[in-house]
């Protein structure tokens, strides 16, 4: 698969734990600083790459003002470590990577959300 890291996920570790499984991932944190969501969400789009955020303004694009997407993961995780975000995602990926596409997640840390995005 193919995933845009947002820059506040921020740990390099979960970039590169994704490229050892074999994703295709662009970190803005580790590639291009400072990108507003915008541009991450058109980059997103341009190279069908699901984006992984914990960025909750995401959703206001999506929902609100009907931005398209490929895929949005929002993490809203208490616990901040990258090997706790790597076990989120890896769960994530193990259960529900066929629901990944085109679909809004919110990953907690009991809980999966999975909200279908309004279609334009």
Known sequence: MKFLIDECIGAPKVARW???????VFSVYEDARGLDDHWIIKKAND???IIIT???DFGELI???EKSHKGVILLRLENQRAENKISKISNLLKQYSDKLKDNFIVVAESSIRIARSPRR
């Open 63 to 65: 929902f609100r003002r």
């Open 18 to 24: 994704l490229c050892d499984q074999k994703h295709d």
């Open 47 to 49: 190279e069908n790459r």
């Open 54 to 56: 914990g960025d909750k």
